[in-house]
């Protein structure tokens, strides 16, 4: 099963928008785009199958709690330092995952160590990424102009 992958709002949606504009135009920084590439990897990934081996999903319950639903955390990359995680929901539809936060791992479990990360909205009228050979963005609220870019 496939699912359509939307950015929750206001943050994923915009910093996904902004790493997609300076990649396409040249303008971006190689950190930068090093993001890109993992986060547009692992998103059609997790389009196609959420359990897929290297994403190494599961649920985190401190986060679960504290936004009233299951929350998933997925590696974009692993054993280095500041590890980049993406932390999504399902929904708002039954065939939708929609990502509330993209941040380095927390290096320490304890203390409170999810109550700093920051978790975006969930809305349907967040973007809205099908991953597949391209990432595809649909792009609601200017009149459904699609944009499509192939990573």
Request: include cysteine; aromatic fraction near 10%; glycine fraction near 6%.
């Amino acid at each position: 099963m496939n699912f359509n992958i939307r950015m929750g709002i206001p943050e994923m949606q915009e910093l996904w928008l902004d790493l997609q504009e300076k990649y396409r135009s040249g303008n971006i920084k190689k950190k930068e785009e090093q993001l890109y590439k993992k986060w547009g990897k692992a998103l059609k990934l997790l389009s196609a199958d959420p359990g897929y081996p290297s994403l190494q999903t599961h649920e985190i319950e401190p986060l679960s709690r504290r936004y009233g639903m299951k929350v998933w955390q997925s590696y974009l990359e692993n054993k280095t330092s500041g590890a980049m995680r993406m932390y999504w929901v399902y929904g708002p539809d039954q065939k939708d995952i929609t990502i509330i936060g993209l941040e380095p791992h927390p290096e320490d479990k304890k203390n409170g160590a999810y109550d700093r990360i920051s978790l975006s909205d969930l809305s349907k009228k967040s973007y809205c990424i099908s991953s597949g050979s391209k990432i595809i963005i649909n792009v609601k609220e200017t009149k459904d102009k699609l944009w499509s870019y192939r990573l």
